[in-house]
């Protein structure tokens, strides 16, 4: 079977899109409410290992007015090689090294895992999208501090233009056929591994 350009395709494939994780540092992490947190660090680190899987460019970022507090070593131990972009802006997006990076990885299509929904996360969203890029937020990988401002924050990133999408798509979407072989066998231990909210949201 033929495929589509996989720079080109309008899914997202291991060419075209790179994995921004946002701000996934104790203090944050503990202050969700929208997704049990330890559900919301395994769905990040089972992206992480997606990545890696796949050779995603991933950036990593924390906000530095948690004493600068490291990223969890759950999705660390996953990426030793990654650097941590420390930052003072609350948008991840008006920090140079961040948008560098970002810049660096070539790629237009930005799969964004990261804490809080309402504050960095839909920041870094809104304005990747005014410059050109195509945004997806993770909904199991993202996390608010209260429901009513994680819907609305997902409310107002769906209005200007980013696609949702779930660690289980993006895993699939990024397989796409189980006739490639090379990752099949990691990848549908990944699948099967995934924890995602349940029935009552938590």
Request: aromatic residues 6%; glycine residues 6%.
């Amino acid at each position: 079977m033929s495929y589509p350009d996989p720079l080109a395709d309008r899914l997202l494939t291991p060419e075209n899109a790179a994995l921004l994780i946002i701000d996934f540092q104790p203090t944050q992490v503990s202050s969700i409410v929208t997704i049990d947190p330890q559900k919301l660090v395994d769905n990040v680190a089972m992206l992480s290992r997606a990545a890696k899987l796949f050779g995603l460019p991933v950036i990593l970022s924390k906000l530095d007015a948690t004493g600068g507090a490291p990223v969890l070593s759950e999705i660390t131990e996953i990426l030793p090689g990654v650097p941590q972009i420390e930052r003072t802006s609350l948008n991840p997006w008006e920090d140079d090294c961040f948008l560098e990076a970002v810049t660096a990885t070539g790629r237009r299509k930005l799969v964004f895992a990261g804490v809080w929904t309402e504050v960095s996360l839909s920041f870094a969203v809104l304005s990747a999208i005014q410059d050109g890029y195509e945004a997806y937020p993770v909904i199991d990988a993202v996390g608010g501090t209260s429901e009513l401002a994680h819907a609305a924050a997902f409310s107002r990133m769906s209005e200007a233009g980013a696609n949702q999408t779930s660690c289980v798509q993006l895993i699939c979407e990024l397989q796409r056929d189980t006739g490639r072989t090379a990752t099949v066998e990691e990848f549908l231990s990944l699948l099967f591994e995934i924890k995602g909210p349940g029935p009552d949201g938590s």
